[in-house]
């Protein structure tokens, strides 16, 4: 390849660091890739920071120490956030969206990437400094999102599941209460799918009462990992306090029972700080 | 903002196109945002195009006509998806993930932000030209490489689920016969899902007898829907042929049963093509 310039550089290391998020990449791979002097290299980088930070399309940190570095952290302002937030529950309180019950359909919301994967930024922004080792969800409607969290964290994915089958291996099980509906179920997760010691943030789609997000802590507990955090799609107004503590959800949902049921649904509190 | 060059520009627009796979953006959304000339952002344009592609990053279209712009494209090349597809085959054929029965462990492999990405950017690649509208799986384990598969193609992921709850409001059932168990599951799918005359493009982690598959198809013929492709992670050797016809799997699986099972995952056979 001919020697390449910087305007070439800054579009190919542009799209190497933001593909992989939260991964540290050394000076010397970039370098090597092309063909460059350190110093030059360190000015393509300081570029980047500034166009990144100016544009709003993200953070470059320069890791220093033996496994130092350059890594790009997906962020969103908060401002960005609000707007975003704010147009999904404009879109959820479309009265079709309303299902018998009192209940809400935001199914497809839920599997769009592009939406999914700006509440993953948001949820990710809130947890790099936990620096947790894996995102768990409870399946199923809660994967994309924490999909995208974990991507924009560069952590895997841990999904628990109603029940184990042959593919999971010897598994844990917990039993569980929904607090909502108040009936024991089971949750299950594989042996091998959690490490002693590791941090897990807890990312899902709805929160109610709180027995789901409950029993993910206790599964938790069982592999003695520990959790740095739980994040939501959705939490309902009532009931208030749920089983556990310290959640961060992105919307408040109100639902007013009754002949014609009235829903209301609006940004977290915290989004305003 | 000051005027901004050339360089901060390549690092901006690289970014905002590689974060929205598959959408056309007008030349003028650009020449406001930077506040240039249309000339000159054709020139960036063009610079961004020929470092896609000698970089193997990606490919940026040009589309012409009323609703024309420039659309990124995440590609893989054949060798680049054979290398990480070999490369996940020898991690699949560890002995300590063969588990009781012959079933294979990967159900981290299928939650791992960077492989499952690898294995959408490489699926979509195979069905740009069929245009779906979008992508259908099945809970639970395919769900991060159709999501993945999804963002590629920029569309959304439609989720089939074995039960529908009152979450998803009126939904549409059929029984399917799962071909290696058989015996008779239900598949359900919200009514709203999906619309007619859509295009539908299947993602699965696993395909056997074909069963799910099939399953699958039938319900999209209730939706009027057209399936455009067929793609697992996974396909085993036997039973040959399937209930379906024209998958596309990325790993070929042979477990010979006995006292001490052997184990045999390979990249198919279009990967070398």
Known sequence: MDRIRRNERMAALTKILTASPNRIFTLSHFC???GTAKSTMSEDIDILKDVLTNFELGRLDTVTGAAGGVRFRPTMS???ARR???MLCEELMQSS???PGGFLYLTDILSTPSFVRS???IIAGQFYDHAPDFVLTMETKGIPVALMTADALGVPLVIARHMSNMFEGSAVHINYETASAGHIETMSLSRRAVQPGQ???IVDDFIKGGGTAKGMTDLMRE???EVVGMAFVVSTATPKPKRVQGEKPLMLMDVTHGDSPMLSVKPADWLFD
């Open 32 to 34: 090597d890739l092309f």
């Open 78 to 80: 908060k401002a960005e």
């Open 84 to 86: 975003i937030i704010t």
């Open 97 to 99: 969206r309303l299902l």
């Open 119 to 121: 509440m993953g930024v």
């Open 199 to 201: 941090k897990a943030l």
């Open 223 to 225: 592999f003695n990992a």
